[in-house]
């Protein structure tokens, strides 16, 4: 702490940009919440799940999500570490173990948030046919950075004397938009219900980081720092971006902000689709998949781009002299800033949201339950961010639907998931985390979320009966049920008249 205070008193000229810097950083740290429905992704049961896969349909005919209250998101990632792991206790009081933090960070690591807000959602089942319409208001801040950072600021420069170092992938993705989507999803035969749903996107704010790449060279002889960097950061805000004479940036001022033309603000139009598959292997056996969020947003108003390219060389004071020593900071500030290029321009840019992609099975052990298992693969700012989730499935009473999980995220094992979900005529609710835990001690969490929402269904099947005759081939309800059988028959008379055909 006392070395960021040095430093903002070294500099205040620049103080604005390195405030503005620091809360972006706290956001991501502090409010960090990711996409994460691992459990969720299997309770096809509940409306809601058909936002993680636009295959799934319901039963009944008509689903009206409460407005605001539809399915809301609260999710915290953090790839390398929870916040106890940065301490160690001893005697009663608590101090920074900064070499447990180093063990646990790796090559890329990922800090996320996600809050995501169902304003209006509406469903409505026709036959082999499912059709939803849905507004959400989204919320997702990300931040990655490369390991060797931390590695840097831990051990300093010396033992890296003739060696590049490199800080590649220190990148940002954060975002704030609105998303009208329309979902439609068919089933396609007796084995396989296929969906698909188009999103337009209006975007609102948003900081994203382009190319991003430094490297620092220490001479073994003389110590001498060479420190060459590539970096781009966009953004759309209301803000100015202060420069001097010299076309260095001074600081960042903030005007005033008229709320109601911010979140109208249409402008920032984008587009995205997702692609959802379900598959009745055999009697026992169901497969799922889906790719969620394949597209991008334009941004147009309140536009600046930053650039920073150059290199420098710097002449150290001798051996022993760190990038942990304040003095030295300060002493490389100077060259760093008067030696790199720095342009602002006010360029339209795109930026691609992170695309997820679910891969599920479910084995029918018994009636009334089900083993899940679910790989959730997230690719972000072109990097494969996975984990793996099993699960036990019940459903009791036909209405009310359970989950019990466990979860490798983030690389932990301790995440314990817990579903609940009550679907019948009437009110719907849903609430689920794919780590209970985390909600207990969230100190001691790499990864917290909660998923929970409120709607009503109507023209429900009102017994075994009816549920028989509005059911579909999907349907858990049809085994010995001789829609399946009309199904396959209608197929595989289809595929002999054909190869009767080729053999005429």
């Known amino acids: 702490m006392s070395l960021f205070l040095s430093i903002m008193r070294k500099f205040p000229q620049k103080r604005e940009s390195v405030i503005l810097i620091i809360i972006v950083f706290l956001l991501s740290f502090f409010s960090s919440y990711s996409q994460q429905n691992n459990t969720f992704y299997l309770m096809h049961d509940v409306p809601q799940s058909n936002l993680l896969n636009p295959a799934i349909q319901i039963k009944c005919k008509w689903y009206v999500a409460i407005p605001v209250l539809g399915s809301t998101q609260l999710n915290y990632s953090n790839s390398a570490f929870s916040f106890n792991e940065l301490f160690t206790t001893s005697g009663g009081s608590s101090s920074l173990d900064i070499g447990s933090f180093y063990e646990n960070i790796k090559k890329t690591n990922l800090v996320s948030t996600e809050l995501h807000l169902d304003l209006i959602s509406i469903g409505y089942r026709r036959n082999d046919y499912y059709i939803n319409f849905n507004i959400a208001e989204k919320v997702n801040i990300g931040l990655t950075y490369p390991g060797s950072i931390m590695e840097l600021v831990w051990k300093g420069n010396t033992p890296f004397l003739g060696e590049t170092v490199e800080f590649n992938n220190l990148r940002t993705h954060s975002v704030y938009y609105r998303e009208y989507s329309l ?9 396989n219900i ?4 188009a999103k337009l996107l209006f975007g609102k704010a948003g900081i994203y980081s382009g190319k991003s790449e430094m490297s620092l060279y220490t001479d073994p002889n003389t110590f001498n720092l060479e420190v060459e960097g590539d970096i781009n950061i ?25 709320y109601v033309s911010f979140l109208m603000n249409g402008k920032n139009k984008g587009f995205a689709l997702d692609l959802g598959w379900i598959h009745k292997y055999n009697e026992d056996i169901t497969l799922s998949a889906s790719i969620l969020d394949l597209g991008f947003i334009r941004w147009q108003t309140d536009v600046n781009n930053i650039k920073l390219t150059g290199s420098f060389d710097y002449s150290g004071v001798g051996f022993g002299t760190g990038f942990n ?4 900071i300060l002493d490389i500030r100077d060259s760093l800033f008067n030696s790199y290029e720095q342009t602002v321009t006010q360029d339209k840019y795109y930026s691609w949201l992170p695309t997820q992609i679910y891969l599920g099975g479910m084995y029918q052990y018994r009636p009334k339950l089900g083993i899940g298992v679910v790989n959730r693969n997230m690719i972000y700012r072109n990097k494969l961010h996975s984990s793996l989730t099993l699960s036990a499935n019940t459903t009791v009473w036909n209405k009310l639907s359970a989950s019990l999980s466990w979860s490798y995220l983030n690389n932990t094992y301790k995440n314990i998931g817990l579903g609940l979900a009550w679907h019948n005529r009437g009110l719907q609710f849903h609430m689920v985390s794919d780590n209970v835990l985390g909600i207990i001690k969230p100190l001691d969490a790499r990864n917290l979320n909660l998923r929970f929402g409120f709607g009503v269904l109507f023209g429900c099947p009102k017994n075994k009966e009816e549920e028989m005759k509005m059911s579909n081939e999907y349907s858990s309800m049809n085994k010995g049920n001789c829609y399946w059988a009309k199904k396959m028959d209608k197929n595989y008379k289809k595929i002999k008249k054909k190869k009767d055909k080729r053999k005429r």
């Open 325 to 328: 020593n304040a003095g030295y």
């Open 183 to 191: 979902g439609v999803s068919k089933v396609w035969d007796a084995y």
């Open 234 to 258: 966009n953004s759309s805000f209301p803000m100015t971006i202060d420069q001097n004479a010299d076309g260095n940036i001074t600081g960042i001022s903030m005007g005033d902000i008229d």
């Open 194 to 197: 296929l969906g698909v749903r």
